[in-house]
C-alpha cells in the first residue's frame, strides 16, 4: 500500500465487477497492459472485486480501458483520477487520524468507485482531514466515506464529494454532524 507521502502527481484507476472471478482475469490483464502498480485487489460485499492501480496518467487510463475491455460483462464502476489527492491513500486503509473534531460528514454511496471519486473531490474542495473510504467489506456492497474538519469545511466538502457521486447516479445519502458526541468519533477512527 502506497504511503501518505504520495504526491499529487500519481493518477488513481479502479475498476469494479459483479464477478470475483472476471475481476481477477479482469486485474490481471490490468497489470499486464501498462506499467502501473498494484494498489488493491480483493473480493468486497455481495460478491463484487475490485482492482485499483496507480502510475502515471496515461498508464493508469490504459489499465483502466484493458480492465473494462476484459471484464466487460460485469463491470459495475470505474474512474480514472488524473491527480489524486495525497488524503486518498491513506483512507483507502484507514489509517488517517484527527484529534481535534468539529463536525464529521459521511457520504454513502451505492459503488466502492464512487465513494473514492467522491473522497477526492471532498479534499480537493475544502481543508478537511479524510478519515477512511470504507469500500463494501461488511455493508452489502456499499461505500462511505467519513471526514472531518470545521463544520463549514466539513458541509463543503461534503457537498461536493456528494455531487461527484450524484454525478454518477450513485449517492445514497450524505450527513454532517456538527460537534459530534465523542463516542460517536471514536467508533468512526
Same mark, same amino acid.
Given at each position: ?19 470475483? *472471478? ?19 485487489? &480483493?473480493?468486497?460485499?455481495?460478491? &463484487?472485486?475490485?482492482?485499483?492501480? /496507480?502510475?502515471?496518467? $496515461?498508464?493508469?487510463? $490504459?489499465?483502466?480501458?484493458?480492465? &473494462? ?7 459495475? %464502476?470505474?474512474?480514472? +483520477? =488524473?491527480?489524486?489527492? =495525497? ?5 483507502? +486503509?484507514?489509517?488517517?487520524? #484527527? =484529534?481535534?473534531? #468539529?463536525? +464529521? ?15 477526492? /473531490?471532498?479534499? &480537493? ?27 463549514? *469545511?466539513? /458541509? #463543503? ?9 450524484? %454525478?454518477?447516479?450513485?449517492?445514497? /445519502? ?5 460537534? =459530534? ?9
Amino acid at each position: 500500500m502506497p504511503n501518505n507521502t504520495t504526491t499529487h502527481s500519481s493518477a488513481l484507476g479502479m475498476v469494479e465487477f459483479n464477478s470475483i *472471478a472476471v475481476g481477477i482475469e479482469a486485474a490481471d490483464a490490468m497489470l499486464k497492459i501498462s506499467q502501473v502498480e498494484l494498489v488493491i485487489a &480483493k473480493t468486497i460485499c455481495s460478491g &463484487k472485486y475490485i482492482a485499483l492501480v /496507480r502510475g502515471d496518467t $496515461a498508464a493508469v487510463r $490504459a489499465s483502466v480501458e484493458e480492465g &473494462k475491455s476484459v471484464g466487460a460483462i460485469a463491470c459495475v %464502476d470505474d474512474f480514472v +483520477i =488524473p491527480n489524486v489527492h =495525497p488524503q486518498v491513500y491513506p483512507a483507502l +486503509i484507514a489509517s488517517s487520524w #484527527n =484529534p481535534t473534531v #468539529n463536525a +464529521i460528514g459521511v457520504i454513502e454511496t451505492f459503488s466502492a468507485a464512487s465513494a473514492v471519486l467522491a473522497a477526492d /473531490r471532498a479534499c &480537493k474542495t475544502a481543508q478537511i482531514a479524510l478519515m477512511e473510504i470504507r469500500m463494501g467489506i461488511g455493508i452489502g456492497g456499499k461505500a462511505f466515506v467519513t471526514l472531518t474538519g470545521d463544520v463549514a *469545511a466539513v /458541509r #463543503n466538502a461534503v457537498d461536493a464529494g456528494a455531487q461527484a457521486a450524484l %454525478d454518477q447516479g450513485l449517492l445514497v /445519502r450524505k450527513v454532517v454532524i456538527p460537534q =459530534p458526541r465523542e463516542e460517536i468519533f471514536n467508533i468512526l477512527s
